[in-house]
């Protein structure tokens, strides 16, 4: 089956209620495992511009303002754009909201920001060329761009943990690497959300994209579980065995 920027669209819209009540700010993967990293990265925000690229429901732009950052956000995802619109009218931070798609931004001129970041979403984006594109276009020249996403070498058209007989996870399976493209990747049970589109690329496609927009990559990092998941989170411990994200730290040339 083959689907387009439209059907994953659509998908977020149908899963927008749940992924509000149960990510975002909720999420132990984003608070505990990615937020402090992308905090250490950037360090001092206070009077940064920052583009929020795939905002969803706008928590980090919201955590981002907090630390004195000026943030525009940009959301193709109605329903999603929805639950940052209200929270921005209840408690506002100053900051800009737009629905768009983050491959195509003509409203926002060139080289108007200090950081790009795109917090698990490029990974949901059909054209990811068009977005580096974008995102280079849209910073100064120094400027950075965190790239965050499922780490393409563990997330694969086939993946999983293949358990034994007693359900205990033996090892992750992956097959498929270089078979590009889209592809539904389920939520868990509880969740009540519908698979959402996947789009897979290797990890070569990635970096040599960037490099090819002008982007400097200067750290790779595979962020490791916290060790407060031990005691308080073991069955996210999954996470100390292989990694579930990387982020791609550039600098534009």
Request: charged share 25%; net charge neutral; with cysteine.
């Amino acid at each position: 089956m083959t689907f387009n920027q439209n059907d994953g669209t659509q998908r977020w819209d149908n899963n927008a209620e749940q992924w509000h009540k149960l990510f975002g700010e909720n999420d132990l993967n984003r608070c505990d495992l990615l937020d402090p990293v992308i905090l250490q990265i950037l360090e001092d925000v206070k009077g940064k511009t920052i583009l929020d690229a795939g905002c969803g429901d706008g928590y980090l732009s919201r955590k981002l303002a907090r630390l004195g950052a000026s943030v525009t956000g940009v959301e193709c995802s109605p329903k999603l754009l929805n639950f940052a619109v209200a929270n921005e009218r209840k408690k506002p931070l100053a900051i800009t909201y737009h629905q768009a798609d983050c491959t195509s931004l003509p409203f926002l001129s060139d080289s108007i920001f200090d950081i790009v970041v795109t917090n698990n979403v490029i990974q949901d984006v059909e054209n990811y060329q068009g977005a580096f594109r974008e995102f280079s276009r849209l910073l100064k020249s120094g400027g950075s761009y965190l790239h965050i996403e499922n780490h393409p070498c563990f997330m694969t058209p086939v993946f999983g943990w293949v358990k034994d007989n007693k359900g205990e996870k033996l090892y992750r399976k992956v097959d498929q690497y270089f078979k590009r493209g889209p592809f539904l990747t389920p939520w868990g049970q509880n969740s009540q959300m519908e698979p959402t589109v996947f789009w897979h690329r290797t990890l070569g496609d990635l970096m040599n994209s960037l490099i090819a927009n002008k982007f400097r990559i200067v750290q790779v990092i595979e962020p490791e579980p916290p060790e407060s998941w031990v005691k308080n989170h073991p069955e996210r411990m999954d996470a100390g065995r292989i990694p579930d994200f990387i982020v791609l730290v550039c600098r534009k040339e």
